[in-house]
């Protein structure tokens, strides 16, 4: 996040075939080599189990996946770019494939001049995870003269268990300095605005704690239901998919202490202190749901269980709401909802901070109008912005007042935005970890849901298209709150 200098170095994709490759990853490293003031001497090896592929076929099939990004094929960038692509076959948990792995890589270092700098990507499902890190650690591709980093996509673990399982693995062939867990909400400019909006701003750290914030709502809904995902997502559902990685990330960056310095441990170190004053988490605060036909955006839509690859009788939820405590100094007694869910009425990821009333409405006696809450709302996509909600008196002649808000919003003020694979790549080429998920921090995250995944529960339907089950609303209406649905 901070460095620059970029050295010559050479990534290696296992799961190159794979649609987290050609949809995000490939297109991102694109366009960081084109961004690149100054060329840096690299290659990208892709590694799959497909034998009948090679580095011909490879590059045309990046070629598609470029074009599909909205890559042109005039632009310059894209032949030198396809050039620097190689691809090796590769059996999982078989030693000799990693052997002539461990040849292929020497081989490209050799021929194209580069130091040993590698970094390997896993964008491979997670049943591959354990084999492959077993395979680079047997045959010393673990350690090199230049450095050497893993980068490891989610799910990390099932729950705790697994997580810890994973860890000690990981652990067994490489230091944690050199592990790389990707949460990609962290890659977006709107979540990492979250330090700057926090920490660089005089205005709002001195309100941002438990005398000035009444509670703390983060929503991450989808529009879309479970789509082609059903042999995943039955094993997951919505708390394992998005609560656990996604939603625990923006809560930590909303509830942190701010670091002693900027440097990714001292961040880490804030996240998991988060992390521990987390009350576990009780049933009464918990809600599941599973959607049920309805309509969405205009167009009816099944249900969970009608979607395909979904077991009749499901139990996998779609939908959670969750309160939680962190209990701190400066959050004690101030509830976090955090909400997600698929087919709810739009696609949104926010958090919103709702400040103190005014101890005292001296406008009461005027009319009958009841104080709203000041709120301030992080939308970190889509439209990402921020929008301040405050009380204006609506002209005429008596004293009634109206919430108005003022906007900020990216695209209005910058051209682009990085893509947060793009960002959180150049992290790894650089070796700034500020952005990924260290050990224990994953563990933390999973010691605190794993309890509730273990223990029985009731799942409440909810029509596609609405935002969530009734039994919803008990968990903020007994606090005297209301969801946030902008
Ligand atoms: N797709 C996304 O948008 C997205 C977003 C966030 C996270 N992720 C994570 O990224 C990882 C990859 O996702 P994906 O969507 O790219 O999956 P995918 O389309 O199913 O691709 C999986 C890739 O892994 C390879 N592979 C190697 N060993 C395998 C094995 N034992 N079983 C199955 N495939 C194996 C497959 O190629 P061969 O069969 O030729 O080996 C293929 O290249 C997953 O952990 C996923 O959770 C994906």
């Known amino acids: 996040m901070s460095k620059s200098n970029v050295e010559p170095h050479l990534i290696v994709v296992f799961g190159a075939t794979g649609d987290l490759f050609h949809r995000k990853l490939l297109p991102a490293l694109f366009r960081l080599v084109k961004r690149r003031a100054e060329p840096v001497p690299y290659r990208i090896l892709g590694v799959a189990r497909r034998g009948d592929l090679d580095d011909a076929s490879f590059r045309m099939l990046c070629a598609k996946a470029l074009e599909s990004a909205g890559v042109a094929e005039s632009d310059s960038a894209r032949a030198p770019f396809l050039a620097a692509l190689d691809y090796q076959t590769l059996q999982d948990g078989v030693e000799d494939s990693y052997r002539s792995l461990a040849e292929r890589i020497d081989a490209l270092e050799t021929a194209h001049r580069l130091p040993h700098n590698r970094i390997f990507y896993l964008a491979l499902p997670p049943q591959a995870f354990p084999a492959t890190i077993a395979g680079l650690g047997a045959v010393g591709l673990n350690r090199s003269a230049g450095f050497t980093r893993l980068v490891i996509e989610k799910p990390f673990g099932r729950d705790l268990a697994t997580a810890r399982e994973l860890n000690a693995l990981v652990h067994t062939a490489f230091e944690e300095p050199q592990v790389y867990r990707i949460d990609h909400y962290l890659g977006k400019e709107t979540v990492q605005n979250l330090f700057v909006f926090r920490f660089a701003n005089a205005l709002f750290e001195p309100i941002w704690n438990r005398d000035r914030i009444e509670h703390v709502q983060i929503t991450v809904s989808e529009e879309l239901g479970v789509e082609s995902r059903a042999g995943y997502y039955e094993q ?6 998005m609560v656990q990685n996604h939603l625990t990330q923006l809560l930590c960056l ?10 990714a441990d001292a961040i880490r170190n804030e996240k998991v202190k ?17 959607y049920t036909p ?11 269980l009608g979607e395909t690859g979904v077991a009749p009788e499901s139990k996998t939820e779609t939908f959670v709401a969750l309160k939680l405590a962190v209990s701190n100094w400066r959050w004690q007694g101030v509830p976090f909802y955090l909400r997600t869910g698929k087919r709810m009425p739009k696609r949104l990821s926010q958090i919103t901070v709702s400040f103190r009333c005014p101890p005292v409405s001296m406008f009461q006696p005027f009319n009958t109008c009841v104080l709203s809450s000041n709120q301030l709302v992080i939308t970190v996509q889509p439209d990402e912005g921020f929008d301040l909600v405050f009380e204006v008196k609506a002209p005429g002649d008596s004293m009634t007042m109206r919430s108005q808000r003022m906007q900020y919003r990216y695209h209005e003020h910058f051209e682009t935005l990085p893509d947060g694979y793009e960002t959180l790549l150049r992290d790894v080429i650089v070796g700034d970890q500020t952005l990924f998920v260290r050990a224990d ?4 995250s999973w010691e605190l849901f794993t309890p509730v995944l273990e223990r029985a529960r009731a799942v409440h339907g909810y029509a596609a298209g609405s935002w969530g089950p009734a039994a919803a609303e008990r968990l903020v209406v007994s606090e005297d709150h209301r969801w946030v649905q902008r």
């Open 441 to 444: 921090e994953v563990e933390k």
């Open 254 to 263: 909303t509830a942190m202490e701010p670091p002693a310095q900027f440097e």
């Open 274 to 290: 988060v992390l521990r004053s987390i009350a576990p988490i009780s049933e009464d605060d918990v809600v599941f749901g599973q």
């Open 236 to 241: 997951a559902g919505a708390l394992r998919d």
């Open 294 to 304: 309805g309509n969405v955006d205009g167009a009816q839509v099944r249900g969970y």
